[in-house]
Nanobody, 116 residues
Framework: QVQLVESGGGLVQAGGSLRLACAASGSIFSFNVMGWYRQAPGKQRELVAVITRSGTTTYADSVKGRFTISKEHDKNTVSLLMNSLQPDDTAVYYC??????????WGKGTLVTVSS
């Protein structure tokens, strides 16, 4: 059983930056993919960014060029650097890690609020 714990959320003004971190209780090397989702009030959860074991990254169109996902195997951490934040980025951000057998681990989320 792997536990994912997010940190780094908070209140920031539009144009500002935040760095989210997802710390896993076990090794992240076993996961082929890890990533971040977000859910804004009244909206469905949406994919923000993913990173594969080999380091290939994919981003939602809405965050391309502004967000960067990275990982540190030695720290069992996946991070999300968010620049040029906008009010539409306001959401609870969740770390996720799907296992090859279909089981998906989720963190409890961290709230990001961007004021205009």
């Amino acid at each position: 059983q792997v536990q994912l714990v997010e940190s780094g959320g908070g209140l920031v003004q539009a144009g500002g930056s935040l760095r989210l971190a997802c710390a896993a209780s076990g090794s992240i090397f076993s996961f082929n993919v890890m990533g971040w989702y977000r859910q804004a009030p009244g909206k469905q959860r949406e994919l923000v960014a993913v990173i594969t074991r080999s380091g290939t990254t994919t981003y939602a169109d809405s965050v391309k060029g502004r967000f960067t996902i990275s990982k540190e195997h030695d720290k069992n951490t996946v991070s999300l650097l968010m620049n040029s934040l906008q009010p539409d980025d306001t959401a609870v951000y969740y770390c996720y890690a799907p296992r090859p057998d279909g089981i998906v681990y989720w963190g409890k989320g961290t709230l990001v609020t961007v004021s205009s």
